[in-house]
């Protein structure tokens, strides 16, 4: 490799690593945040939230280094550009295969990384997510006795014990039912314990009442002696670890167990993930021929009319949810498979065709106008508003 190679590698890489750290950790809190619940709903520790958080980085791993990787390239040359530095190497005579091959090297690198972590980590460690909080959850026994607190069990139900008693009794227990539409129930009693014969799980209450009201207002109060309430529904339900076909090893889903309940019903979702493993790792190689193609020339500032970072991201993003929508397709209709490979192929066949014509892949010039007016009637409308702001400022020294 020569130096200029390495140069410009070296450069893009450095940006490319920049990129994906932070795209990696805003997606990652965004989704680390939907499972909060966690922790505050299951009565978790700390230690577990974050076990769960990290099993969640190899699944947007694939989804996230196309991104950086065409922030990386695009960026990269647009700053060569800037500094004059692709000029400069057009002067001397070299080729455009002298950037091409060191950002093509990265972007092979990077498909490699993404075809591993796709179908090599994400599956088992969405397993490992999938039991872990099955676990948590199913440990229904541990959650519902602690005193004092307010958990919900299901969607409608949930439990509050006053205080633990000795003889593993349970005192002050009070339960509140709205599963039933129409009927809200509320269970309050002074004692009880929970009994378990085989995987039953009864909460055996004493000594307590029952007030049912409905929609129209009625209420009546029942008085009872003993009263079983049963929670084994809701253990089963919480242990079971649902396999869904994104859980799957690339293995299985080639050969799957023909006994899965979830195969029988849905088989099309299995071949359909499939294909989206086996065509997701290209788009890194996509996006860096899209970046190539459009600041991968040197030319002038006049000729410039959109930064090519954001043609770049702009056309990934077209190409991207093209395959998202072939892939979200697949599983109902076989026959969008092909377009599931077709999409990549097509760009990736549209921007080499750029590149070696010598051509710019640029917005349509329509789309590039648009921009660039809404982007001066927002900077003259920021100004304007920054300068009434500070009008208003000074006006209000001079009155003070």
């Known amino acids: 490799m020569k130096v200029v190679e390495r140069y410009i590698m070296r450069r893009a890489l450095a940006v490319f690593l920049a990129a994906l750290i932070w795209t990696l950790a805003i997606v990652w809190t965004t989704q680390v945040l939907a499972r909060i619940d966690l922790v505050t709903d299951s009565g978790q520790s700390a230690l577990t939230f974050f076990e769960v958080a990290a099993l969640i980085i190899p699944s947007i791993v694939p989804i996230v280094v196309p991104f950086a990787l065409v922030v990386a390239v695009a960026q990269t040359l647009s700053a060569m550009n800037s500094d004059s530095e692709l000029a400069v190497l057009n002067a001397a005579g070299a080729s455009r295969w002298t950037i091409v091959r060191p950002i093509m090297l990265l972007a092979l690198a990077a498909s490699v990384f993404s075809f591993a972590v796709d179908n090599g980590v994400d599956p088992y460690a969405r397993q490992k997510n999938r039991e872990l909080v099955a676990s948590s ?135 359909a993930e499939v294909h989206q493993r086996f065509s997701e790792w290209s788009y890194s190689l996509v996006f860096a021929l899209i970046a190539l193609a459009v600041a991968g020339d040197a030319r002038s500032h006049r000729e410039a009319r959109i930064h090519p970072l954001i043609t770049s991201i702009a056309i990934a993003l077209f190409v991207r949810w093209l395959g998202f929508f072939a892939a979200g397709n697949a599983d109902n209709i076989p026959q969008y498979a092909y377009m599931v490979y077709g999409v990549p192929i097509v760009a990736s066949a549209v921007a080499t065709w750029f590149i070696v014509s010598n051509r710019t892949m640029e917005l349509p010039v329509a789309w590039a106008d648009w921009m660039t007016n809404f982007a001066g009637r927002f900077g003259d409308g920021w100004s304007a508003l920054k300068l009434r702001f500070a009008r208003r400022g000074a006006s209000g020294q001079g009155a003070g």
């Open 137 to 271: 959850r199913a440990d229904l026994l541990s959650l519902i006795i602690q005193e004092g607190t307010f958990r919900k069990i299901d969607d409608g139900l949930f439990l509050q014990i006053g205080e633990r008693l000795p003889d593993n009794r349970l005192g002050g227990i009070f339960v509140a039912d709205s599963r039933e539409e129409g009927v809200n129930l509320i269970y309050y009693a002074k004692s009880g314990a929970i009994i378990e014969s085989g995987e039953e799980r009864v909460l055996m209450m004493n000594d307590g009442v029952i007030h049912r009201e409905t929609l129209a207002g009625d209420l009546s109060v029942i008085r009872f002696t003993s009263y079983a309430f049963d929670l084994s529904a809701f253990m089963s339900a919480s242990s079971d670890v649902l396999l869904l076909p994104k859980d799957r090893t690339t293995q299985y889903l080639l050969n799957p167990n023909p006994n899965d309940k979830m195969f029988q019903k849905k088989p099309n979702k299995y071949l």
